[in-house]
């Protein structure tokens, strides 16, 4: 299976501030990564995919990019909305596999 | 606007077999280019990919799970069905339903999840 593997596994930042989340591929993926938002208590909300395109409806705070086995994902402007784990995942190689979470909380 | 719910017990006894439904609305489960799939979360951590399948009776499982596993879509239903056999404590999880855009693993809408937990 491909390892996802994600950093860091947890922050803390102000409102307003930018926050970047790296996503790491145990093997070229090329560009096939979506990233997922999950508040507590909810069903992941797809935000990214193909690595870099916005699902509709989501607000172009959110980005991402990168190919290969190096991904990123950011929040430019980070809102108290924002406030929820973070999971990236692989559709390359069969089985699908998620990164392990990254928790935003707001200071 | 479609919309996934899933149903079943709340508790299953270990060895037993762990039997969940998925009702579709708002659109078909015939739809063109959409798979559906069932994705678990153990509580407090992360989410592993169960399988995906397609109407016309493709089905994909993880590996993992793969011996224990087994996936069906009733069309007259509207309905996916998830069955996991010989359930341990490490089966206790929360399984959502989701559509799964033309097998690329894009999860774009999702049940809100049903907790299952494998205890005697």
């Known amino acids: 299976d491909i390892q996802m593997t994600q950093s860091p596994s947890s922050l803390s930042a102000s409102a307003g501030d930018r926050v970047t989340i790296t996503c790491q591929a145990s093997?070229?993926?090329?560009?096939?990564l979506n990233w997922y938002q999950q508040k507590v208590g909810k069903a992941p909300n797809l935000l990214i995919y193909?690595?870099?395109n916005l699902e509709t409806g989501v607000p172009s705070r959110f980005s991402g990019g990168g190919s290969g086995t190096n991904f990123s994902f950011v929040i430019s402007s980070l809102q108290p909305e924002d406030i929820a784990t973070y999971y990236c995942?692989?559709?390359?190689?069969?089985?699908?596999?998620f990164g392990q979470g990254t928790k935003v909380e707001i200071k | 606007h479609l919309q996934l719910q899933e149903s079943g017990p709340s508790l299953v006894k270990p060895s037993e077999i762990l039997s969940l439904t998925c009702t579709v609305s708002g659109d078909s489960l015939t739809s063109t280019g959409s798979y559906w799939g069932w994705i678990r979360q153990p509580p407090g951590k992360g989410l592993q990919w169960i399988g995906s399948?397609?109407?016309?009776?493709?089905?994909y499982y993880n590996p993992s799970l793969k011996t224990r596993v087994t996936m069906s879509i009733d069309t007259s239903k509207n309905q996916i069905s998830l069955k996991l056999n010989s359930v341990t404590a490490a089966d206790t999880a929360v399984y959502y339903c989701?559509?799964?855009?033309?097998?690329?693993?894009?999860?774009?809408?999702w049940g809100q999840g049903i907790l299952v937990t494998v205890s005697s």
């Open positions: 995942q692989q559709y390359d190689i069969l089985p699908w596999t």
């Open positions: 093997l070229d993926i090329s560009d096939s």
């Open positions: 399948g397609y109407y016309r009776g493709s089905t």
């Open positions: 193909g690595a870099s």
């Open positions: 989701a559509r799964d855009v033309e097998f690329l693993g894009r999860f774009d809408f």
